[in-house]
Antibody, heavy 119, light 112 residues
Framework: QVQLQESGPGLVKPSGTLSLTCAVS?????????WTWVRQPPEKGLEWIGE???????NSNPSLKSRVTISLDKSKNQFSLKLNSVTAADTAVYYC????????????WGQGTLVTVSS | DIVMTQPPLSLPVSPGEPASISCRSS???????????LNWYLQKPGQSPQLLIY???NRASGVPDRFSGSGSGTDFTLIISRVEAEDVGIYHC?????????FGQGTKLEIK
């Protein structure tokens, strides 16, 4: 069974950098999947942040693109998200997820982690 | 970006009754391969989203057959033939035709 688990600080100061890691089990980070980040601000809908393929190719939401970095660590079977210059608007539950290559569906999701941006 | 719209925001339904949830996209989700790149997810209270329907009408593994998806182009519907108490939560539609992938604002299904 594929499992994803987010980890990282739950509180980030304004103008700082949000850093999260997603540990993957039950599948290899080198397999044919797009490893994905999605977020959900409190009481709002879901927002796709971006994705990375094992080759290192990435796609990001243009609304966040200049602030987002997504990377892979194949030795640890995990992938990461960095979002810089954060503001209160970046407060959200952040989910990591898997989207198989050639598929249009995000099929496995982590449980999510709340990140609050506040001084 | 493709804008996804899901009216209404809240849908009260009695147990055993059918429910219909709508989703509309600002442009067609019909790919040249004949498939509609539209997914449905259910987010139960306190949980992460779970895949219900993909490619507009295909049930994901383990999803009860009381859930079905229909529609094409820009108008889609998720139908629950007989609502059960465990079906409460927020239903999200998502377009996966082009990046940035986008979601509707969600429809909250409540039991009367």
């Amino acid at each position: 069974q594929v499992q994803l688990q987010e980890s990282g600080p739950g509180l980030v100061k304004p103008s700082g950098t949000l850093s999260l890691t997603c540990a993957v089990s039950g599948d290899s980070i080198s397999s044919s999947n797009w490893w994905t980040w999605v977020r959900q601000p409190p009481e709002k809908g879901l927002e796709w942040i971006g994705e990375i393929y094992p080759s290192g190719s990435t796609n990001s939401n243009p609304s966040l693109k200049s602030r987002v970095t997504i990377s892979l660590d194949k030795s640890k079977n995990q992938f990461s998200l960095k979002l810089n210059s954060v503001t209160a608007a970046d407060t959200a539950v952040y989910y990591c997820a898997r989207k198989p290559y050639g598929s249009n569906k995000i099929d496995y999701w982590g449980q999510g982690t709340l990140v609050t941006v506040s001084s | 970006d493709i804008v996804m719209t899901q009216p209404p925001l809240s849908l009260p339904v009695s147990p055993g009754e059918p429910a219909s949830i709508s989703c509309r996209s600002s442009q067609s989700l019909l790919h040249s391969n004949g498939y509609n790149y539209l997914n449905w997810y259910l987010q139960k209270p306190g949980q992460s989203p779970q895949l219900l329907i993909y490619l507009g009408s295909n049930r994901a593994s383990g999803v009860p057959d009381r859930f079905s998806g229909s529609g094409s182009g820009t108008d889609f519907t998720l139908i629950i033939s007989r609502v059960e108490a465990e079906d409460v939560g927020i239903y999200h539609c998502m377009q996966a035709l082009q990046t940035p992938f986008t979601f509707g604002q969600g429809t909250k299904l409540e039991i009367k």
